[in-house]
């Protein structure tokens, strides 16, 4: 499967991380949909500061999007992103469970196998980007991480190329971007709750304030936002926050 010619992958050895490779790009105005993809990154990032353990057979890239909807929606490609991954992760693992954990973690099986983060790269420049880093378990786990985590060697025989994965990956991104680009967020949002993981049950949440409660997970809304119900049934929502389902 070819890629299409407007994505532009460059391709590392080694690197520090790929978001912050092509944050430097960004600021040298490179095109949008470029690509920078490394076989080891010696300080990846996840979430909240976290470390992203990096190591050689899996995959880390960073893409770079300029999109074309108004701004204060950009938030959404983060759920949209973690819909892209739970996709290209079916082109590979079969008869499992493949869910997205609010905003966009990716889990087989209740095992997280792969990481997204992303990166408003503003620079003063008359076109912010986002950038979009990924990395997917493909033949390797972390040795160590605080919750259960899985490859996708772990579910089918053979040898899976870190190469073929980012083809399908990107060509998933191209797919589910033009939909949310054209039509709104109304497809990924339904994709996305399709595959939700503990939909129904009980999460925790810990606001700004540092008080902890527990809800009702209810899904998300239009704008990706959490819904969650109290033991009274009352409906809040959040679009940020610390939250550990039970």
């Given amino acids: 499967m070819k890629l299409p010619d407007f994505i532009n992958v460059i391709k590392k050895e080694s690197t520090g991380s790929t978001n912050e490779d092509i944050a ?12 920078v993809q490394a076989l080891v990154q010696t300080s990846g990032r996840g979430r909240h500061g976290k470390t992203w353990d990096s190591q050689i057979g899996n995959l880390f890239m960073s893409l770079l999007l300029r999109p074309t909807v108004n701004r204060v929606r950009w938030g959404e490609l983060s759920l949209l992103s973690a819909v892209v991954v739970a996709s290209t992760l079916s082109d590979y693992v079969d008869n499992q469970t493949i869910e997205v954990k609010w905003p966009n973690d990716v889990l087989i099986n209740g095992k997280k196998i792969a990481g997204i983060l992303l990166e408003v790269a503003d620079f003063g420049v008359d076109e912010p980007s986002v950038i979009v880093g990924v990395g997917i378990n ?18 089918k025989t053979g040898h899976t190329s870190v190469d073929t ?10 797919y589910w971007f033009h939909i949310w680009e054209d039509n709104g967020f109304g497809a990924i949002k ?14 925790l949440v810990e606001n700004k304030n540092g008080q902890i409660a527990e809800y009702t997970f209810k899904g ?11 033991e ?15």
């Avoid at 430097?24 to 690509?35: C, H, Y």
């Avoid at 994965?165 to 191209?174: A, G, P, Q, R, T």
């Avoid at 998300?220 to 109290?230: F, P, Q, S, V």
């Fill in 24 to 35: 430097l790009l960004a600021k040298q105005g490179i095109a949008p949909w470029t690509v």
């Fill in 138 to 155: 493909i033949s390797k786990v972390p040795e160590k991480f605080e919750y259960p985590v899985s490859c996708i060697n772990d579910y």
């Fill in 165 to 174: 994965v980012l083809i399908s990956l990107l060509h998933h991104f191209v």
């Fill in 190 to 203: 339904d994709e996305w709750m399709r595959q939700a993981f503990k939909l129904d049950e009980s999460v």
């Fill in 220 to 230: 998300i809304d239009i704008e990706g936002a959490m819904l969650l119900d109290d």
């Fill in 232 to 246: 009274n049934g009352k409906r809040s929502r959040i679009l940020s926050g610390t939250v550990r389902f039970l």
